[in-house]
């Protein structure tokens, strides 16, 4: 019987990482994510888990501590935000390079400068080549689901890379909300034991890690990886099938909500779907063939899928919460773009940014980024290929 | 399955090397012959030697075996010739000759 | 430690395995060799390593020089690694999922510069929290791995390649960091301070007592650099000896709060006798630079008069 509750997203995350119970998290405070290492180690003091925590003294070195625990053959995970992931550059690139399952919440926030709290996609975009999953939610049920399939994905042996579970900050993480979660043996059942074949504390079977490579293997290595973040995509799948046995709850690479007859398709990803999908409600009723894809599985990227789902419609609004700063777009607008040419699939699309450091975006939003569209294909509107959302 | 770095070389494809280049063995380096680099090679006189062991801790690469408190011939596979050994000797047990004998 | 042997301690099997890439004539080596003689036969270990010259000469794919278990992460981190690998020997002990009679050590390696200066931070983090480990720092006094550049730990007047010895420069301007110290005030359980000496008794001595010893331990040994210090490679117990006995280079340790001194020279030698045989100090050796080396011994004094003090407490 599922457990109907209300949480935050921080919460439900914290609930997921109680029921999982996993070997070591190294973690260092930062907003919005504090409330995760904070709530892990209530749960710990109050002997309802007994995960080791390590209060590290940045977030290079809980990063740095997670990659050592989860070598040693320990299940292992931290959580950040922000800058906090930026520090953590580095060590990201390593985790993945060592081909080491942890897992990482990430509650999305801005990067500075200038230093602000509020959410938007620049850490998580930063870290976009790191070589980690990315997974995305929109709300706290997501980020709750996503968490307990998390180990599964990155310890398949197809895998072996690390996943990077996101939500974003206050707007998912501080609001509460309706959540179902599971009960504490049906998550422990799905998620099953860490039982690595080879791991730095196995007596008398040393191992070593973190190599100096020449470049004659250096290439290769870096290829495996590839193919193991190329596998990782089926693996994504077959696990959220599993899930839906198990939870009832569907998950794919991506929702597609109401886009099948959709000559207008608005692609986002996090919170600000909740509030595409809800526009799209009220345009429908008036008649509008509108829908929303919204993107769950960021790294790897579906560019083919996605190519295939937008591929009937007129145009497309690639929506960005996060500049790339290279005088073209946001990064979903150049990897989506990138998609659409690959695969053949001509149609008109818009790179929007939106939200930046916490702006709002609303209903109306989404209507004038639709109205526009529509604009821009009735009547032949000349549109700019970037553009701000509520920019002063 | 332990790694056997034999059937690892720069001319091994992608697919044949170990997941993120960890090795699952150790002490794999006896394979590689650093002896190659010596430009003066230790002679050991075992005749003048007092087996005090002085020389086994100070070779930077382990290249003076010792079993039952005694040292043996120097490992040429692997000693670089730097002298560290003949300069602690106390009894001119080891003499340094120019080239890689 | 009464029970020290040499001949003994010799008997025990290696550690480091030959084949790895360090120069001719390198110290570090000869230090990790004699710390991982500290570990008690049938006993494991997880070895951390900082980037530097060890790490890419010990382990370059697939040559390890390993034989027990070892983890390179980057260059500033090998105090937070470990920490986490101690942390998860706990996590499974405490779990079942490690045999209840396996004992596994944690001892990780750093040169001067990914100790004293870009992994301090790491180093007093995992000092600070008290991980069930040892921090050997071979210290060599520059970042020899990129060749010869300052650290903190490079000591005053050395020539290196970002304190070059010129018309208007007598090399680096700033006396080294006392990291030995540093570590102490963390009141951890064990720090001491060593180097090579003939029987390799105090280094043996201070480097089991670390490994055993409940808690954080740090070993801070003085590992000379042929290339970077500029010495004939055979001369390396020669320079340590000099190291000691000029009281460059004291040996002491710090255990439970407690300072005591391992050593003290009958005759304390005058500094230029350690300067001398190195390349790096030439210059201090022109005409009309005698006050450097009178400022160099001055603060060598300094420093001793303090070591002496602490261990007089």
Same mark, same amino acid.
């Given at each position: 019987?599922?457990?109907?509750?209300?949480?935050?997203?921080?919460?439900?995350?914290?609930?997921?990482?109680?029921?999982?119970?996993?070997?070591?998290?190294?973690?260092?405070?930062?907003?919005?994510?504090?409330?995760?290492?904070?709530?892990?180690?209530?749960?710990?003091?109050?002997?309802?888990?007994?995960?080791?925590?390590?209060?590290?003294?940045?977030?290079?070195?809980?990063?740095?501590?997670?990659?050592?625990?989860?070598?040693?053959?320990?299940?292992?995970? %931290?959580?950040?935000?922000?800058?906090?992931?930026?520090?953590?550059?580095?060590?990201?690139?390593?985790?993945?390079?060592?081909?080491?399952?942890?897992?990482?919440?990430?509650?999305?926030?801005?990067?500075?400068?200038?230093?602000?709290?509020?959410?938007?996609?620049?850490?998580?975009?930063?870290?976009?080549?790191?070589?980690?999953?990315?997974?995305?939610?929109?709300?706290?049920?997501?980020?709750?689901?996503?968490?307990?399939?998390?180990?599964?994905?990155?310890?398949?042996?197809?895998?072996?890379?690390?996943?990077?579970?996101?939500?974003?900050?206050?707007?998912?993480?501080?609001?509460?909300?309706?959540?179902?979660?599971?009960?504490?043996?049906?998550?422990?059942?799905?998620?099953?034991?860490?039982?690595? /074949?080879?791991?730095?504390?196995?007596?008398?079977?040393?191992?070593?890690?973190?190599?100096?490579?020449?470049?004659?293997?250096?290439? /290769?290595?870096?290829?495996?990886?590839?193919?193991?973040?190329?596998?990782?995509?089926?693996?994504?799948?077959?696990?959220?099938?599993?899930?839906?046995?198990?939870?009832?709850?569907?998950?794919?690479?991506?929702?597609?909500?109401?886009?099948?007859?959709?000559?207008?398709?608005?692609?986002?990803?996090?919170?600000?779907?909740? %509030?595409?999908?809800?526009?799209?409600?009220?345009?429908? /009723?008036?008649?509008?063939?509108?829908? $929303?894809?919204?993107?769950?599985?960021?790294?790897?990227?579906?560019?083919?899928?996605?190519?295939?789902?937008?591929?009937?419609?007129?145009?497309?609004?690639?929506?960005?919460?996060?500049?790339?700063?290279?005088?073209?777009?946001?990064?979903?607008?150049?990897?989506?773009?990138?998609?659409?040419?690959?695969?053949?699939?001509?149609?008109?699309?818009?790179?929007?940014?939106?939200?930046?450091?916490?702006?709002?975006? %609303?209903?109306?939003?989404?209507?004038?980024?639709?109205?526009?569209?529509?604009?821009?294909? $009735?009547?032949?509107?000349?549109?700019?290929?970037?553009?701000?959302?509520?920019?002063? | 399955?332990?790694?056997?770095?034999?059937?690892?070389?720069?001319?091994?494809?992608?697919?044949?090397?170990?997941?993120?280049?960890?090795?699952?063995?150790?002490?794999?380096?006896?394979?590689?012959?650093?002896?190659?680099?010596?430009?003066?090679?230790? !002679?050991?006189?075992?005749?003048?030697?007092?087996?005090?062991?002085?020389?086994?801790? !100070?070779?930077?690469?382990?290249?003076?075996? !010792?079993?039952?408190?005694?040292?043996?011939? =120097?490992?040429?596979?692997?000693?670089?010739?730097?002298?560290?050994?003949?300069?602690?000797?106390? =009894?001119?047990?080891?003499?340094?000759?120019?080239?890689?004998? | 430690?009464?029970?020290?042997?040499?001949?003994?301690?010799?008997?025990?099997?290696?550690?480091?395995?030959?084949?790895?890439?360090?120069?001719?004539?390198?110290?570090?080596?000869?230090?990790?060799?004699?710390?991982?003689?500290?570990?008690?036969?049938?006993?494991?270990?997880?070895?951390?390593?900082?980037?530097?010259?060890?790490?890419?000469?010990?382990?370059?794919?697939?040559?390890?020089?390993?034989?027990?278990?070892?983890?390179?992460?980057?260059?500033?981190?090998?105090?937070?690694?470990?920490?986490?690998?101690?942390?998860?020997?706990?996590?499974?002990?405490?779990?079942?999922?490690?045999?209840?009679?396996?004992?596994?050590?944690?001892?990780?390696?750093?040169?001067?510069?990914?100790?004293?200066?870009?992994?301090?931070?790491?180093?007093?983090?995992?000092?600070?929290?008290?991980?069930?480990?040892?921090?050997?720092?071979?210290?060599?006094?520059?970042?020899?791995?990129?060749?010869?550049?300052?650290?903190?730990?490079?000591?005053?007047?050395?020539?290196?390649?970002?304190?070059?010895?010129?018309?208007?420069?007598?090399?680096?301007?700033?006396?080294?960091? @006392?990291?030995?110290?540093?570590?102490?005030?963390?009141?951890?359980?064990?720090?001491?301070?060593?180097?090579?000496?003939? @029987?390799?008794? *105090?280094?043996?001595?201070?480097?089991?007592?670390?490994?055993?010893?409940?808690?954080?331990?740090?070993?801070?040994?003085?590992?000379?650099?042929?290339?970077?210090?500029?010495?004939?490679?055979?001369?390396?117990?020669?320079?340590?000896?000099?190291?000691? *006995?000029?009281?460059?280079?004291?040996?002491?340790?710090? @255990?439970?709060?407690?300072?005591?001194?391992?050593?003290?020279?009958?005759?304390?030698?005058?500094?230029?006798?350690?300067?001398?045989?190195?390349?790096?100090?030439?210059?201090?050796?022109?005409?009309?630079?005698?006050?450097?080396?009178?400022?160099?011994?001055?603060?060598?004094?300094?420093?001793?008069?303090?070591?002496?003090?602490?261990?007089?407490?």
């Amino acid at each position: 019987m599922a457990i109907k509750e209300r949480m935050s997203g921080n919460e439900a995350v914290s609930y997921a990482i109680r029921q999982v119970n996993p070997d070591v998290m190294p973690a260092f405070p930062i907003t919005p994510s504090t409330e995760i290492p904070q709530m892990v180690s209530t749960y710990i003091a109050n002997g309802e888990m007994d995960t080791e925590f390590i209060p590290v003294e940045s977030e290079h070195s809980s990063m740095s501590a997670a990659i050592g625990a989860e070598a040693a053959g320990a299940r292992s995970l %931290t959580a950040t935000s922000s800058a906090g992931l930026a520090l953590m550059w580095e060590e990201l690139l390593l985790a993945a390079s060592n081909r080491l399952p942890l897992v990482l919440t990430l509650v999305n926030r801005t990067l500075s400068g200038p230093i602000n709290i509020n959410c938007d996609h620049s850490d998580g975009m930063g870290a976009r080549d790191t070589g980690w999953i990315q997974i995305y939610a929109e709300n706290n049920q997501e980020a709750y689901d996503n968490f307990i399939q998390a180990y599964p994905i990155a310890e398949d042996t197809r895998v072996h890379l690390p996943v990077m579970i996101c939500q974003d900050g206050f707007i998912t993480s501080h609001a509460v909300e309706n959540i179902e979660l599971l009960e504490d043996d049906k998550v422990k059942n799905f998620v099953g034991e860490y039982e690595p /074949e080879e791991f730095l504390l196995n007596p008398g079977k040393p191992i070593a890690v973190g190599p100096y490579s020449v470049s004659n293997y250096a290439m /290769e290595a870096k290829k495996n990886q590839e193919i193991a973040m190329e596998n990782s995509k089926e693996v994504i799948l077959e696990i959220a099938k599993k899930f839906k046995d198990m939870a009832g709850r569907e998950y794919g690479l991506f929702e597609e909500y109401k886009t099948q007859d959709a000559d207008y398709i608005m692609l986002i990803m996090g919170s600000a779907a909740g %509030t595409a999908k809800q526009a799209v409600d009220e345009l429908r /009723e008036q008649g509008k063939k509108v829908g $929303v894809l919204k993107l769950r599985v960021f790294r790897p990227f579906p560019a083919k899928e996605i190519a295939e789902a937008l591929k009937n419609c007129k145009a497309a609004a690639i929506m960005d919460r996060c500049e790339s700063y290279n005088g073209n777009g946001g990064p979903l607008g150049s990897e989506v773009t990138a998609g659409l040419f690959y695969h053949k699939v001509n149609i008109e699309a818009v790179n929007y940014i939106y939200g930046l450091a916490g702006r709002d975006f %609303t209903i109306s939003d989404v209507n004038s980024v639709f109205a526009e569209l529509e604009d821009m294909v $009735v009547n032949g509107k000349e549109v700019e290929q970037h553009k701000y959302i509520r920019l002063r | 399955m332990r790694t056997d770095i034999t059937k690892i070389n720069e001319k091994t494809p992608h697919d044949r090397l170990t997941e993120g280049l960890m090795v699952f063995n150790g002490g794999t380096s006896k394979l590689f012959k650093t002896g190659e680099w010596r430009t003066n090679t230790p !002679v050991f006189h075992a005749d003048l030697c007092k087996q005090c062991l002085l020389c086994a801790p !100070v070779c930077p690469d382990g290249s003076i075996p !010792v079993k039952d408190s005694k040292r043996l011939e =120097f490992d040429m596979d692997h000693c670089k010739g730097c002298g560290i050994c003949a300069n602690v000797c106390p =009894f001119g047990a080891i003499e340094m000759k120019e080239g890689n004998i | 430690m009464s029970d020290y042997s040499l001949k003994t301690m010799m008997n025990k099997p290696e550690r480091l395995a030959p084949g790895h890439r360090m120069c001719a004539g390198c110290g570090a080596t000869i230090a990790v060799r004699a710390v991982l003689r500290g570990l008690h036969e049938g006993d494991h270990a997880v070895i951390g390593n900082a980037t530097g010259c060890l790490e890419v000469s010990s382990f370059m794919y697939p040559y390890t020089a390993w034989e027990d278990s070892y983890i390179h992460n980057a260059f500033e981190n090998a105090g937070a690694t470990l920490s986490g690998v101690e942390t998860a020997y706990h996590a499974l002990k405490k779990r079942g999922r490690l045999p209840k009679d396996e004992t596994f050590k944690f001892i990780t390696f750093g040169g001067d510069g990914g100790t004293y200066d870009i992994g301090f931070q790491s180093l007093s983090g995992a000092m600070e929290r008290g991980h069930d480990m040892v921090y050997v720092c071979y210290d060599n006094g520059a970042y020899m791995n990129t060749g010869i550049q300052r650290s903190s730990a490079t000591p005053m007047y050395a020539d290196t390649t970002t304190t070059p010895v010129g018309k208007q420069s007598n090399g680096k301007m700033q006396n080294r960091k @006392d990291l030995a110290s540093i570590i102490a005030d963390h009141d951890v359980p064990y720090v001491a301070q060593t180097t090579f000496t003939n @029987d390799f008794k *105090d280094l043996h001595r201070k480097s089991e007592k670390a490994i055993y010893t409940e808690g954080a331990s740090f070993l801070n040994v003085m590992t000379p650099c042929p290339r970077g210090w500029r010495y004939d490679t055979a001369e390396i117990m020669k320079i340590c000896k000099l190291a000691v *006995d000029t009281c460059y280079w004291p040996l002491f340790e710090v @255990d439970h709060g407690k300072w005591t001194l391992s050593y003290e020279p009958k005759k304390k030698l005058p500094i230029e006798d350690f300067l001398k045989p190195q390349g790096r100090f030439k210059h201090l050796f022109k005409k009309g630079n005698e006050e450097l080396i009178e400022q160099f011994q001055k603060e060598v004094d300094r420093r001793w008069e303090d070591l002496l003090y602490k261990c007089a407490r």
